[in-house]
């Protein structure tokens, strides 16, 4: 069963003695660079620009309406004025856009049309979205008042709506007229003026669609629809907290970025052949017995999906769902990042190349080929900006690696970077782990660390099986045998990386690393239900320390596994990875360096995922 939460894209827990702010009343006083103090300032109403008053305007004229929602007020074409009229004329759509008890209207918000992508089509009454383009929209309304996401799949070929479903507690991705809004109301707070020494332009903003959650306001406790553009200056960036509910600026903070050479960046411009050739239509793949398809999803970076070996059929689909990236800074500060396409998005961090194929080697051997697409800020490797990559390995002998690396620099150091791999089985119906040199079958979803688990004469800590008998063993990337029982993890081997042995090359295949230090979910997948399946905002938040990651939820309540029964499991994986800037040991970093005379970047990576070793049933194998 799935229980949907509350999501942030960036989040921040600071606590301040403001009696007006732990009530909600008054704006949190800003704190000064790197954490010295701000003289705080009770501010007066944010002065009216007309963007503000126009919108607030809109909010009004929407109340009044029998209806009480704002239309997009994007540009939106002849069939995306139809998806959305036919999505408000469905009563299921619009439920609770009105408090009935009171009688009275409720704050209501189209935020968004877009053409429904073949990575939403995860349900059978959606497959016919796939018999014409541009047959079927998805159309997003936020509902302010209960922090809910609607979202209604449309085809507006037959006119009606194929699906409606809530997020509940989760929060979409805002509009370009909320942004505008945003930018408006931190450019013109006080509080940002009082900080920087000056009035900022829009311009100077970044990260302005980031979600925020400052700690004892109506952001954390009310879960208002919170922003966080930032200003960086130098090495310090200054996050700025906007109320989309309430309009007003709540809090601003200066922290540190860590070091970084001043040098200008290149905007890159936004690649139309990605979103024609890889966003807006899956790839197929026949090679080295490996068949699958893989697109770039809106926010769940690149989604591989149907994948067999040799026939049989493996994976029903992987992706990486979100980054979240937790600095080490006593106020909990940190960012929750999707990636995906460059256009019509809901990504913070974009392609910006052309997935390509690579040879596969392994101690210089040829061994298959692997996918790698790049996500990354226009002006990394400056502070406040990031660099993912996806990597799939396919092996000759029917192994499988899903690789998710960073290559920094976000916004400091000694920052703990997730990646929340979402791995879908296409027949695997049972789980078993290790103990006492056996392997015990799971009776219900759970999860367990990676490091906690026991390993098999193969190093592997997980076994799915399928009724035929077939089985997929897992090995978490804990680095070099022996770290395992000397406790070296990602968290006490900071200092240097754990290189792998010369005779493990082969066996494991391991890129320099510091180990994964990994958190494992798996849960089951009944027919007819989403369960993740579809492209997914960011899930959990930033910066918990234990196995809340976002796909514990999936666990509430746990369900049963039975293998007979045949449905297939899901297995999450969350590593974890902390940063380090220091001269000499850089990881999970980047920055700019000198050669020939200018400045170059130079990356640091980090890389962390799972190997998937698959036998079939007629493999002899042994425990």
């Not at 660079?33 to 929407?62: C, D, F, M, P, V």
Request: positive net charge; hydrophobic residues 40%.
């Amino acid at each position: 069963m799935v229980v949907f939460f509350p999501i942030t894209r960036i989040c921040v827990s600071l606590v301040f003695a403001v009696a007006g702010a732990l009530l909600g009343s008054a704006p949190v006083a800003a704190e000064g660079r790197a954490g010295t103090a701000l003289s705080s300032r009770a501010s007066a109403a944010t002065e009216a620009r007309a963007a503000i008053a126009t919108y607030r305007a809109q909010i009004a004229n929407a109340l009044r309406l029998p209806l009480p929602v704002m239309r997009s007020s994007a540009s939106l074409d002849a069939r995306q004025q139809d998806a959305q009229s036919l999505a408000l004329a469905d009563a299921r759509f619009v439920e609770g856009v009105r408090d009935k008890s009171a009688n009275a209207s409720l704050r209501n918000e189209i935020m968004g049309v877009y053409v429904l992508r073949d990575s939403d089509m995860v349900t059978p009454d959606l497959q016919v979205c796939k018999s014409a383009a541009n047959r079927c929209y998805r159309v997003e309304m936020f509902l302010f008042a209960l922090n809910d996401t609607r979202i209604a799949v449309v085809d507006v070929a037959a006119k009606r709506v194929l699906s409606v479903r809530t997020l509940v507690g989760i929060q979409p991705e805002i509009s370009p007229t909320l942004e505008r809004i945003a930018l408006e109301l931190a450019a013109s707070s006080p509080l940002v003026v009082t900080a920087l020494g000056r009035a900022p332009s829009l311009d100077e903003f970044i990260m302005a669609t980031s979600k925020a959650s400052l700690a004892k306001t109506r952001c954390e406790r009310s879960q208002h629809l919170c922003v966080a553009p930032t200003i960086v200056e130098g090495n310090t960036a200054l996050f700025v907290v906007v109320d989309l509910t309430a309009l007003r600026v709540v809090g601003a903070r200066w922290s540190k970025t860590g070091r970084s050479a001043n040098v200008p960046s290149e905007k890159r411009v936004q690649n139309e052949t990605i979103a024609r050739d890889y966003c807006e239509r899956a790839t197929s793949v026949d090679r080295n017995g490996w068949k699958f398809n893989f697109q770039i999803t809106s926010s769940d970076g690149v989604r591989v999906a149907d994948v067999e070996y040799k026939g049989d059929k493996l994976y029903k689909s992987v992706k990486t769902v979100d980054w979240h990236v937790s600095y080490p800074w006593k106020e909990k500060l940190g960012y929750s990042d999707a990636v995906g396409c460059p256009v019509f998005s809901q990504a913070a961090v974009v392609a910006i190349d052309p997935p390509v194929f690579e040879t596969l080697k392994e101690s210089g051997v040829e061994v298959g080929f692997s996918l790698v697409q790049d996500f990354r800020s226009e002006q990394w490797p400056r502070p406040c900006n990031y660099f993912y990559r996806q990597r799939f390995d396919f092996f000759n002998d029917g192994r499988f690696r899903p690789w998710s690396a960073s290559y920094g620099r976000g916004c400091g150091d000694g920052a703990t970077y997730r990646p929340v791999t979402r791995i879908e089985f296409a027949t695997m119906s049972g789980v078993a782990s290790q103990n006492a040199g056996a392997w015990n079958e799971w009776k219900t979803e759970d999860w367990k660390r990676s490091r906690e688990l026991t390993s098999n004469n193969e190093e592997a800590k997980l076994r799915f099986a399928n009724a035929a008998g077939s089985t997929i063993l897992m090995r978490a990337n804990d680095g070099a045998p022996g770290a395992k029982t000397d406790g070296r993890t990602c968290a006490s081997c900071h200092d240097k990386p754990i290189q792998p042995r010369a005779d493990s090359a082969r066996t494991l295949g391991l890129p320099q690393t510091r180990g994964d230090d990994a958190y494992v979910y798996v849960t089951i997948h009944p027919p007819g239900r989403d369960e993740g399946a579809s492209d997914l905002p960011p899930i959990g938040t930033c910066c918990n320390d234990d196995h809340r990651q976002g796909p514990h939820r999936f666990l509430e309540p746990k369900e049963a596994i039975e293998p007979k029964a045949n449905v297939p499991l899901v297995l999450w994986y969350v590593a974890q990875m902390v940063n380090d800037s220091r001269q000499g040991h850089e990881y999970c970093w980047a920055d700019f360096v000198i050669e020939n005379g200018v400045y170059v970047p130079r990356a640091y990576p980090c890389y962390s995922g799972p190997t998937l070793s698959y036998r079939p049933a007629s493999f002899s194998r042994s425990p």
